[in-house]
């Protein structure tokens, strides 16, 4: 028995013993600190029909021996999407991910039974775990890639073998697994290597000179403000993205409720994928002013005392700057809570100095509380605090804002949503 075909007969996968599903196939994954083989009869004794392992086991005809089990997993996944013969939408990028794989998904789930991403299962374990979820009656599949090292996107591409792949951007998000920008735009570019080594299609916003220039030999299809298949302006008097449209003599306009006015090409990106999928352009427009962002990403959620606009899920440079523009500049009187930014590396310094020379320069420094060692570290003569913790023991003094609007941004180890409670 091999994995395929016990996922073939099974039609179910996991990976964690307290999350069991009867009749599934547990796979054994090893991490920093656990070894899914040390659970693997626990597994089989909960429901599991079949467990793979890559360590000797007693003998049993459930269990599947393998030289790697991640490998097994992954060459599972490409077997599955292979199998399926659908088209796959690849999508990477700096910033931006999620909320164009959730625009797209709302706008193609109009009129195809459309598989996408949950949540943020964008890597070398969460990519085949999306794959081997989708039924056999899923007609389009989006499919989030997410890296901080080069060759992650190859990787990924080749288990999820995308017939169209897109990036968003290339920011400055990861830099110290990627060695700087440069190494980020290589290592996002894999996704156009496997696009032209397969001879499969690209979507690219053609407004971004570099995605423009690098996929020149592509056979490819885009958006932009004035080239592309489908051309936009921005049409927003406030801060929530709205853009008039034009496509094949058509035109719309798209008032949505996202805040921002960066997420306007997310908008151009999601109409122009469903329309090269046919999905009726009053279709797109309904889905996407109907589409409510969550997930803590550019989130507006109404406290008990304040408006507070949870953006707080992950955080970059490149991100930073836009949401705190977009804030400072609809919201003057509001406050800004900033946490740290992770995974910048020798350069983390510098970018955390950045921010706050904006804040600044934005007129907001009175306006503006910084959490975390990186910015604790910064020259900054307003509010700033080294963890959360100290923020919280300092309101539970002072008092905590009330009848204020609030941006909270920053890395998803800082953990910003614990101040909700005191908000």
């Known amino acids: 028995m091999t994995p395929f075909a016990a996922f073939l007969e099974c039609g179910m996968v996991t990976t964690d013993t307290r ?46 021996q393998v030289s790697d089990v991640l490998e097994a997993l992954q060459s599972c996944a490409k077997s599955w999407r292979n199998h399926l013969n659908i088209p796959v939408f690849g999508l990477t990028g700096s910033n931006g991910k999620t909320t164009n794989k959730e625009l797209m998904h709302a706008v193609l789930s109009t009129k195809y039974k459309t598989h996408a991403t949950f949540g943020n299962l964008n890597n070398h374990v969460g990519v085949p775990l999306t794959i081997l979820s989708m039924s056999k009656d899923t007609e389009i599949a989006i499919i989030e890639m997410g890296a901080n090292h080069q060759l992650e996107i190859a990787l990924l591409a080749s288990i999820s073998q995308p017939t169209i792949g897109y990036i968003t951007n290339y920011g400055k998000a990861h830099m110290e697994g990627f060695g700087g920008l440069e190494g980020i735009i290589k290592g996002k ?21 570099l995605q423009s220039e690098k996929t020149k030999d592509h056979n490819r299809f885009g958006f932009g403000h004035s080239k ?34 960066f997420n306007e090409s997310n ?21 996407l002013e109907a589409y409510v962002p969550s997930m ?38 509001g406050l800004m809570i900033l946490g740290d930014m992770y995974e910048l590396g020798k350069a983390s310094k510098v970018e955390h100095e950045a921010i706050v020379r904006e804040v600044i320069s934005l007129d907001m420094a009175q306006n503006c509380i910084l959490i975390g060692e990186h910015f604790y570290d910064c020259d900054f003569e307003g509010l700033k605090f080294k963890t959360t913790k100290h923020l ?32």
Request: glycine share 6%; aromatic share 10%; no cysteine.
């Open 392 to 423: 919280i023991d300092f309101w539970q003094k002072k008092g905590a804002p009330r009848d204020a609007s609030i941006l909270l941004k920053g890395s998803r180890g800082i953990a910003l949503e614990r101040l909700l409670p005191h908000l």
């Open 267 to 287: 908008l151009a990106a999601a109409t122009t994928l469903g329309l090269h999928f046919d999905v009726p352009l009053k279709d797109i427009k309904t889905a």
């Open 19 to 64: 999350n069991i599903i009867p009749g599934s196939v547990f796979f054994a994954l090893k991490g920093t600190n656990f070894n899914g083989n040390d659970f693997a009869l626990e597994a089989l004794t909960q429901g599991a029909r079949y467990a793979v392992v890559d360590e000797t086991m007693d003998q049993d005809i459930r269990i599947i």
């Open 189 to 209: 570019s894999e996704l156009y290597d496997f696009a032209f080594e397969h001879q499969t299609q690209v979507m690219v916003n053609f407004d971004d000179s």
């Open 296 to 333: 803590n990403r550019v989130e507006w959620r109404k406290t008990q005392y304040n408006a507070v606009l949870m953006d707080a899920y992950n955080a970059n440079p490149t991100s930073m700057s836009l949401s705190i523009q977009n804030f400072g500049k609809w919201h003057t009187s």
């Open 228 to 261: 592309g298949g489908v051309t936009w302006k921005s049409t927003s008097d406030n801060e929530f993205a709205s853009i008039q449209l034009e496509t094949k003599g058509n035109s719309t306009s798209i008032k949505s409720q996202l805040s921002g006015h």
